[in-house]
């Protein structure tokens, strides 16, 4: 297996940073804050270790677990030290109540990080369209994403198969704002009778 990188150290980064682990993988958490990181790694378990920020993240891929408003920011800070990574945008652009967002057309927040990065890096958008909650748990789950070259979305894939769940390819950078709206969809759902438990997935015969 390989070694991913988790630049956060709240529940998504728990709850990707343990399915990994679980599966074979290194993962080291990175975070602000040293003692919230060495906390989601203690919780992670099974190796995890944790970085120093802002230093060259030790894994290939690096998951963005954090909120939209300050996602380009840490890109901006890191610069060149995400150089040759896939970086793997998993925010959620709500508005204040969770009936929208406030991306538009052609600014997603995986396009606006894509802008931010180094040249040539390739950024995915997935997992906000699953609650951390239910991506914890070891069960089968579809995982929708978009964004970067075919090659890094070829790479993602093998990543998301090897955590036991089904990597569903939407398509380039186009396609991560729509992602973005779908996590709105998922919201709609468990609002309105579907309960907390539930995700988005397809039924492909």
Do not use: C
């Not at 408003?69 to 945008?89: M, N, P, Y």
């Amino acid at each position: 297996m390989s070694t991913i990188t988790i630049i956060g150290a709240g529940n998504m980064a728990t709850a990707i940073g343990g399915r990994a682990a679980r599966s074979g993988h290194t993962v080291e958490i990175m975070s602000r804050n040293q003692a919230h990181a060495q906390a989601a790694a203690d919780q992670i378990g099974n190796g995890a270790v944790v970085g120093t920020y802002g230093a060259i993240p030790a894994g290939d891929i690096v998951v963005l677990a954090v909120l939209h408003q300050g996602a380009v920011d840490v890109v901006t800070h890191f610069s060149e030290a995400l150089a040759g990574k896939i970086l793997v945008d998993i925010t959620n652009p709500f508005n204040a109540d969770g009936t929208g967002i406030v991306t538009s057309e052609g600014s997603s927040v995986s396009q606006q990080i894509a802008a931010a990065a180094p040249a040539g890096t390739p950024v995915v958008k997935a997992f906000n369209t699953i609650f951390r909650d239910v991506l914890a748990e070891a069960t089968p789950l579809d995982v929708l994403f978009a964004g970067g070259s075919p090659e890094a979305r070829a790479r993602f894939a093998e990543f998301v198969t090897s955590l036991g769940m089904r990597p569903l390819d939407t398509g380039g950078p186009e396609g991560t704002y729509v992602l973005e709206w779908a996590a709105i969809l998922l919201m709609g759902l468990a609002r309105n009778g579907a309960g907390w438990n539930v995700a988005l997935g397809a039924n492909i015969h």
